[in-house]
T-cell receptor, first 112, second 113 residues
Framework: DAGITQSPRHKVTETGTPVTLRCHQT?????MYWYRQDPGHGLRLIHY???????DKGEVSDGYSVSRSKTEDFLLTLESATSSQTSVYFC???????????FGSGTRLTVV | AQKITQTQPGMFVQEKEAVTLDCTYD???????LFWYKQPSSGEMIFLIYQGSYDQQNATEGRYSLNFQKARKSANLVISASQLGDSAMYFC??????????FGTGTRLTIIP
């Protein structure tokens, strides 16, 4: 009953190749988020969605695009991966009231 | 500009002692939420505690409490009677009154036996 799952968990890709990460939720929540985590920076918002086909940019959106064609799925695409996009990527959904946002298990992406 | 700050990159604390992790934020919005998360070495983000800006009392969850000082824009996490399993990265975060979380840079807590 994870509520939110990410795939893949790990990926190694070459510079210049496209990469898509998937986030799937079973909570039917309107909002979904993509964050990246890097040492010294905490988690930074890449893009978020507030409904099907409704998305907006976050703090570090350059080089990333997203799509949401169904409530349950939120895709993050790196059109042409660069080494600076090596990071751990987290998907999240809001919690109920004061229960906090729920995060997926993360995707460790390495661009070589 | 809206900002959230954790000034302690790392802390070492003796087991069974209490520990306070600092967090300050800057916003002009009157309504916002404050969150603390724990990230153990396994990498998952674990929600610990939440405080709403209009809550009159400090939030508590077991050994965790949030020392909320609204006028000082401070939301420190207090862990009582620390345990070895408390060793982890800790992040404070706020929604700044909207539907997006902004995180501090984190504090790495190490509990010493």
């Amino acid at each position: 009953d994870a509520g939110i799952t990410q795939s893949p968990r790990h990926k190694v890709t070459e510079t210049g190749t496209p990469v898509t990460l998937r986030c799937h939720q079973t909570e039917n929540h309107r909002y979904m988020y993509w964050y990246r985590q890097d040492p010294g920076h905490g988690l930074r918002l890449i893009h978020y969605s507030y409904g099907v086909k409704d998305t907006d940019k976050g703090e570090v959106s350059d080089g990333y695009s997203v799509s949401r064609s169904k409530t349950e799925d939120f895709l993050l695409t790196l059109e042409s991966a660069t080494s600076s996009q090596t990071s751990v990527y987290f998907c999240a959904i809001p919690g109920q009231g004061g229960l906090g946002y729920t995060f997926g298990s993360g995707t460790r992406l390495t661009v070589v | 500009a809206q900002k959230i700050t954790q000034t302690q990159p790392g802390m070492f604390v003796q087991e069974k002692e209490a520990v306070t992790l600092d967090c300050t934020y800057d916003t002009s919005d009157p309504s916002y939420g404050l969150f603390w998360y724990k990230q153990p070495s396994s990498g998952e983000m674990i929600f610990l505690i939440y405080q709403g800006s209009y809550d009159q009392q400090n939030a508590t969850e077991g050994r965790y409490s949030l020392n909320f000082q609204k006028a000082r824009k401070s939301a420190n996490l207090v862990i009582s009677a620390s345990q070895l399993g408390d060793s982890a990265m800790y992040f404070c975060a706020t929604d700044f009154g909207n539907e997006k979380l902004t995180f501090g840079t984190g504090t790495r807590l190490t509990i010493i036996p």
